[in-house]
């Protein structure tokens, strides 16, 4: 396993699911001044964001972004998620749907570990559809109207381990520990 890492993110559940699923302590550091782009390809925004951050931390980091696309909208609103959410909230991602038979989703995120001279993502996409209503306490942002294929609940509805077993994230991260330790990138962290 890795040494401590900079895990750049303003969301303190991020970091909680990224270290249980990663089984390791990850520094959380937030009120960087990184400039998030707005892109359709969430590659970009991760990899533009781990270079900014090692850039103002000069140490190695850790950083991810995610995304919801529903197919009834080829792909949107994908990383441009969070937008939709402070402009209109799941009420609102819900009413994006109204008339569309297909509610099918993809949940994604990107993970990116960055030492100034490797660079090491990955992906973990998982397959879902969007409830007719808000459902659920647990988890955060839109995990209230995500259901991940072969589940009955949104991931709010479930507890932090049944979440965290299926997430994209874990996906994601586990992808990413895998490529680290091949890498041998654990030395230099």
């Known amino acids: ?49 781990a270079q900014q951050a090692f850039d103002e931390l000069r140490c190695p980091v850790l950083v991810e972004d995610s995304g919801l696309s529903f197919t009834a909208w080829n792909g ?16 609102g991602l819900l009413k994006m749907l109204e008339g569309f038979e297909n509610r099918e989703a993809f949940a994604i995120c990107v993970a990116v570990v960055f030492d100034g ?3 090491l993502l990955s992906r ?7 409830a007719r209503s808000i459902r659920g306490e647990n988890g955060f942002g839109w ?6 294929e072969h589940h009955e609940k949104t991931f709010a509805e479930m507890n932090f381990n049944e979440k ?6 874990r996906m994601a991260f586990e992808k990413l520990n895998i490529k680290i330790k091949k890498a041998r990138f654990v030395n230099r962290v």
């Open 1 to 49: 396993m890795w040494k401590k890492l900079k895990f750049v993110t303003s969301n303190s559940d991020k970091v909680r699911e990224a270290s249980d699923i990663l089984e390791c302590s990850l520094d959380q550091v937030s009120g960087l001044s990184i400039d998030e782009i707005q892109a359709s390809d969430i590659k970009e925004i991760v990899t533009h964001k």
């Open 76 to 91: 949107l609103p994908g990383p441009l998620i969070k937008c939709f959410e402070i402009s209109v909230g799941c009420p």
């Open 117 to 119: 001279q490797k660079m």
């Open 124 to 130: 973990g996409e998982r397959r879902g559809k969007i």
């Open 143 to 148: 995990d209230v109207i995500f259901i991940p």
């Open 164 to 169: 965290n077993a299926i997430s994209h994230r």
